[in-house]
């Protein structure tokens, strides 16, 4: 190929590559893959690793996985899309207002990161600090992200991510809501006292940029109160080819 560097060619593949394998690959997997030396291959992961693009997801057996230093990278690439001071101030004010906790999601892969979050005054149980990532396959916020996905690709995220028949048949529900009135519930969630509420996020072509989410104390809101809401937020949060916010009524 003419006018590639090679190994910094070698070191997108291999970040595609680790982009498609949520548990991560060793070394030598990735030697085979790339189909150069396992000292090239070495170097390429230690130089990723020095700028914290990848990290040991095994000590024990070397496996090697992406990792947050990423995360940056996508938040630039998705504020082009998304009001990002805009979305904070939103979640803030809304998780002061109606007690509640917020975070906007986004998908880098075959994961999901929280782009931003707010808590409510005193003490609330929330889930994962900004830029904490986990699995694209879970929660009500991983299925508004993959929501309007062709089944085919659908299929290939369960498959790399090692989705159960219960968690399919789980988000089989949740993408049947999200059609049917914008956003998904999730009622209970094992072992805390809270409910979930996510709404997908959609730039001017309605193609999902992110998720938006609502935690709540269990048993202590209004699906018709609370739904509109959500949906408010999430039209709030995203930049509009007119340039002018649409501000939707809260009240």
Not at 50 to 62: P, R, T, V
Not at 93 to 119: D, F, M, P, T, W
Not at 209 to 229: C, H, M, N
Request: with cysteine; proline share 5%; aromatic share 8%.
């Amino acid at each position: 190929m003419k006018n590639v560097v090679p190994a910094v060619y070698k070191a997108i593949e291999l970040v595609e590559i680790l982009a498609q394998t949520p548990n991560g690959m060793s070394r030598n997997e990735l030697a085979e893959k790339l189909g150069i030396s396992k000292t090239t291959t070495y170097r390429i992961i230690n130089t990723l690793c020095m700028h914290k693009w990848l990290e040991k997801s095994d000590a024990e057996y070397g496996f090697y996985k992406l990792s947050s230093g990423l995360l940056p990278i996508a938040m630039n690439l998705h504020e082009e899309m998304i009001e990002l001071d805009t979305a904070r101030d939103i979640i803030k004010n809304i998780a002061e207002k109606e007690h509640i906790a917020c975070k906007l999601s986004i998908r880098y892969g075959l994961e999901q990161y929280v782009l931003a979050r707010a808590e409510p005054p005193g003490p609330f149980i929330t889930t994962g600090k900004e830029g904490y990532g986990f699995t694209i396959a879970e929660g009500t916020s991983g299925a508004c992200l993959l929501c309007w996905e062709k089944t085919s690709d659908l299929e290939a995220i369960y498959s790399a991510c090692n989705v159960t028949k219960e968690v399919r048949e789980e988000f089989d529900e949740y993408f049947s809501q999200i059609k049917k009135r914008g956003f998904c519930l999730r009622p209970k969630i094992a072992g805390w006292p809270i409910s979930a509420m996510s709404a997908p996020v959609y730039d001017p072509n309605h193609k999902v940029v992110a998720a938006i989410t609502f935690i709540l104390p269990q048993g202590s809101y209004d699906e018709g109160i609370i739904g509109p809401k959500l949906i408010s937020c999430a039209l709030q949060c995203v930049h509009r080819s007119s340039n002018k916010k649409e501000k939707i009524n809260e009240n």
